[in-house]
């Protein structure tokens, strides 16, 4: 059995490199992503097809430029791991610098929900738009 640490860090090093395929490997089906903020992105968001959906947005509305590094080592407590990032984006207009806290449950080798908190709602959302 893949143990939570394993699944959260392959997670992370696709994620760091662009390799999205493996990134959502990573979810189960029926995965459930809370997204903060008030913005186009922000809400429930359940199943691996609407997450990578959201995924792919904010690709699009960042001109491809999004990027989530980890800043601190990964943390776990049981099936949960908690992740210190960093991210950054530009678009036409506007740049974006944030820091927060993604957490995430994983069952069965693979993530099962995912919470995200963020530093500065308000600069998200006014990079993220309303759509």
């Not at 392959?10 to 903020?37: I, K, M, N, S």
């Not at 959906?53 to 776990?76: D, N, Q, Y």
């Amino acid at each position: 059995m893949t143990t939570p640490l394993a699944v959260a860090t392959t997670y992370f090093e696709a994620l760091e490199v662009g390799d999205f395929a493996t990134v959502a490997a990573q979810f189960a089906d029926d995965v459930v992503w809370h997204q903060p903020g008030g913005n186009q992105f922000s809400g429930v968001h359940r199943g691996s097809e609407a997450v990578g959906a959201m995924i792919g947005g904010m690709m699009s509305v960042s001109e491809g430029t999004f990027s989530l590094k980890r800043s601190a080592p990964l943390m776990v407590n049981g099936d949960v791991v908690a992740a210190p990032v960093h991210w950054t984006g530009k678009r036409s207009g506007a740049e974006m610098d944030g820091a927060g806290i993604d957490v995430m449950r994983v069952d069965g080798g693979k993530v099962v929900e995912v919470w995200l908190f963020t530093a500065d709602p308000a600069e998200e959302d006014a990079f993220w738009g309303r759509g």
